[in-house]
Every structure is written in structure tokens, then in C-alpha cells.
């Protein structure tokens, strides 16, 4: 906390008894003036501005402080602005010697402050001491927030990736305004922590907007605050992005240095443009072999889409289905309670979790134990065991590309805008909102001239 240099505290003192305020009262009136600049300091407001006094008062008022003692503490800063206007200045702790130095460890002051006896300084601060229960509160208020921002995430369905990455960015930027009382929050510290991150942090153009799109769903709908004219929030522009592809030697050099079921999935990755998670939470009853159709259920953005098997693959896939369906027996003959289901869906149908259709595709290794009621569930292979596979069959096939598990969706894409299927039928197959994502893949192909199109009559 913030200490009174000697030479404000003299003039501060003169200015007390100038104006007739009793002397029993200049230690309470010199209690209030340090958490006043203590709580400038805490919450960046500037200690001249009115605006400051007014927020003190409000937060005075969250802490049950009396009417008296709120007035008594508005005199005590504007005697304070009359001083600051004269010329003083306030020195900062780390300027101050060691002996001189306010810790705020309990709410109450150390070192050698002899004006009132020990206590008398005790029983003053328990009655007007308007920041001892700060960090508990602001706690409170902080769990408060984000309670109900996983409220409002999860009454919109959104992903559980949009509410651990929101939740980190709230988190960070919690730490930066110090845990100031979220209904003190301002626009302004948007601002200051968006240019932390540019200027500081050095983060990239869409780490900053992801940090930014937080922020505002947590101003709107967690704290119900007004986040201000999006035109005063300066707002980084991401590069055109050319992405990875691969071309087909590429892919089958890959393929040759996978082993069982990552080769599958690889397959599937690049023969159906399938993302790696919409691919792992792929079920038996997603494949229509009689028709080659695959159904993609909750892709991004909670939408459903269709997509061709490719017929080169199907024995393989109906050769692992038969290994599914062997495993899922065992599990069935050793007491196995069912693979982990989406939402309510189990309470709707209770022996779905047990049922065929609904195992997954790609089933884990091993089973999972779930604590809470002790049941032996099996869940779906994990990504991480994915790209550990791609990353090293990529080094080792010596591909000097920067090559994961999504750039089989790109090269997906790319192949066929280049075998010349209209863009349309691309963005459908890739479960695009918008046809201008789909359109970054016109970039990786090499452009043809006029003069070197061909009529469809030679092809």
C-alpha cells in the first residue's frame, strides 16, 4: 500500500487543522487518504480525476461503510486534490525506506508508526477499514463471473474448446487488471491489455482477435457490462493464409510409414476432407456402406454434413468394423457399462451406451474408469495419439513440408478445385459457412492463362 511522503504529510496535517477537523480525526482522515491512493493504484484510475473519488465511494458502499464514514473519507480526498493542485507529490512505495513501508498483509500497518497506540489502530481499522475483506470479495465476485460464463456458453451449446480457451483468456486478463471488481471493469482495460499482448506479449494477429472475441462475450453476457464502440478497439488484421498441401506421392509416402488404425485414418482425413476430431468422434452408425456415404454429425459449428466414402478403402473400413464389433462383444461378455455418450442422450435411451450403433469407429486401447460411479467406459482414440503417429511417419518418409493432421482436409480441398469441381461442392464437402474460407485454396493451385485453358470438347 501506498505510503504518505513526510512532506505531503506535514502540508496534509497543516491542511487538517486549517480546517478545524479535530485532531482525534487526522489519523482516520490519513487511513482513508492511503486507501484511496492504494485503491488508484489497484484499479488504474488517476488520482485527479473525479471519476476516481466516485468509483472509491461505490466501492465504499459494496463494503457496508456507513454514511459517515463515506463522507468522511470524500472530505478526506478532496482535502487531498486541494493539496495535489498546490504542487505535492506522492512518492511510491518503492521510493519510500523500508521503515516507512505500509504492508497491507492483514489490512493493518507495520514499521515504525508510533501516532496512536497499538490498540487504538486495531479497533480503528476494524471499523472503517474499507479493503481488509478486498481479495475475498473480489474472489467472490471473480467466481461469480465465471459461473456465469460457463452458463452462457453452455446454454448456447458451444464447444467445451470455446469455454477452456475463453476461460484462459479471462483468466489472463483477471491477472492483468490485478482482480479488479469485475463490475469496475471499463473499456478501457480492453485496451491496455490488448495492446499488452501486441506490444509486450508479441502475439500473433488471431491470437489477439481470440483474446478479443473473449473479452467481448464476457463483457455482454457474463457481466452484462457495455464494452464501448468496437471503433475505438483497435483490431489486428490477420495475413492472407496460404495453407500446406500435399501432394499425392506425398500422402502415400506417408501412408507407407503408418501403422494400424492411423493409416485408416489418415485415409479418411484426406478422402473425405474430414477434420481430426470429427473423424475420432466418428460412430458405426455414421457409415452408409450400401450407399458410400458417411454422415458427419456435430462438425464445427455444431453442423451436420454428408460426404463420399472413397470405394478404394471401404474393404478396409468393413474389415475394421468387424474388429470393432469383435472387441465390443468382449466388452460385453466382461461387464463393460458403454462407450461415453454426447449430452442426455443416454437418459433419453438408456441402453444406447451398450448398443453397437453407437460404439465408436475408432475405439481407445483401453478402458476408462469413471470415479464418480466406478463404471468401466471405453472412449474414442485419442488426437494426441494421431498426430504423434503423422508427425513421425512425416519424418520419417523425409517430407520437407510442415505437414499435421489437417493438411490432408487442404490437400483435400485442393486436389479436387484442381481436377476442376466447382468451389460450390468443395465448400459443402468441407462444411464451410462461408465461401470465402473456401476460396484460400484457389491459391494453391498454379495459375492457368487464357491461352493455356482447353476447350471441353479436348478433354
Not at 461505490?58 to 493542485?85: C, D, R
Not at 485454396?441 to 498454379?446: N, Q, S, V
Request: proline share 3%; charged share 30%; hydrophobic share 35%.
Amino acid at each position: 500500500m501506498l505510503d504518505i511522503s513526510p512532506d505531503i504529510r506535514t502540508r496534509f496535517n497543516a491542511l487538517l487543522l486549517k480546517k478545524e477537523i479535530p485532531v482525534k480525526c487526522h489519523f482516520v482522515y490519513r487511513k482513508w487518504l492511503r486507501y484511496y491512493l492504494d485503491f488508484c493504484r489497484k484499479y488504474h484510475f488517476k488520482e485527479l480525476q473525479q471519476e476516481s473519488l466516485l468509483h472509491f465511494i461505490k466501492k465504499l458502499q459494496g463494503k457496508n461503510q456507513t454514511q459517515e464514514q463515506q463522507k468522511q473519507a470524500s472530505h478526506a480526498v478532496s482535502l487531498y486534490h486541494e493539496l495535489v493542485k498546490s504542487g505535492a507529490k506522492i512518492k511510491n512505495e518503492d521510493s519510500q525506506p523500508q521503515a516507512n513501508r505500509v504492508s497491507s498483509g492483514k489490512g493493518f500497518p507495520r514499521g515504525n508508526y508510533k501516532e496512536q497506540p497499538q490498540k487504538q489502530r486495531y479497533t480503528e481499522k476494524n471499523k472503517a477499514e474499507p479493503g481488509i475483506k478486498d481479495k475475498s470479495v473480489h474472489k467472490k465476485s471473480w467466481e461469480s463471473a465465471y459461473s456465469n460464463l460457463c452458463a452462457e456458453i453452455k446454454v448456447r451449446h458451444y464447444s467445451p474448446k470455446t469455454l477452456r480457451t475463453y476461460t484462459v483468456w479471462i483468466r489472463q486478463f483477471q491477472t492483468f487488471c490485478r482482480s479488479k471488481d469485475p463490475q469496475l471493469l471499463s473499456s478501457s482495460d480492453v485496451k491496455e491489455f490488448l495492446s499488452f499482448l501486441a506490444v509486450k506479449r508479441k502475439v500473433s494477429a488471431s491470437t489477439q482477435n481470440q483474446a478479443f472475441n473473449a473479452l467481448l462475450f464476457f463483457y455482454r453476457h457474463s457481466i452484462k457490462k457495455d464494452f464501448g464502440e468496437h471503433k475505438d478497439i483497435v483490431r489486428a488484421k490477420r495475413k492472407p493464409y496460404i495453407p500446406v498441401v500435399l501432394s499425392r506421392e506425398e500422402i502415400d509416402s506417408i501412408l507407407e510409414h503408418l501403422a494400424y488404425p492411423y493409416d485408416l485414418v489418415v485415409k479418411l482425413l484426406y478422402g473425405c476432407g474430414l477434420r481430426l476430431f470429427e473423424c475420432m468422434n466418428l460412430r458405426i452408425n455414421n457409415f452408409n456402406f450400401d450407399n458410400c456415404i458417411l454422415t458427419v454429425h456435430d462438425g464445427k459449428g455444431k453442423k451436420d454434413r454428408t460426404v463420399l466414402l472413397p470405394e478404394k478403402i471401404i474393404p478396409e473400413l468393413k474389415a475394421h468394423l468387424k474388429r470393432v464389433i469383435n472387441l465390443h462383444q468382449k466388452d460385453m461378455d466382461t461387464g463393460y457399462t458403454g462407450a461415453f455418450m454426447f449430452g442426455l442422450l443416454e437418459r433419453k435411451y438408456k441402453n444406447c451406451a451398450n448398443e453397437l450403433i453407437w460404439q465408436w469407429f475408432f475405439p481407445a486401447k483401453t478402458l476408462t474408469s469413471v470415479p464418480k460411479t466406478k463404471e468401466m467406459r471405453r472412449y474414442h482414440l485419442h488426437e494426441s495419439q494421431v498426430q504423434k503417429a503423422i508427425k513421425s511417419a512425416v519424418r520419417k518418409a523425409k517430407i520437407i513440408k510442415r505437414a499435421t493432421a489437417h493438411t490432408f482436409r487442404h490437400s483435400f480441398a485442393s486436389h479436387l478445385l484442381q481436377a476442376n469441381y466447382d468451389i460450390r461442392t468443395i465448400q459443402e464437402l468441407l462444411g464451410h459457412s462461408d465461401i470465402r474460407t473456401t476460396m484460400i485454396y484457389t491459391h494453391t493451385l498454379k495459375s492457368q492463362t487464357i491461352k493455356e485453358a482447353k476447350s471441353p470438347l479436348d478433354f
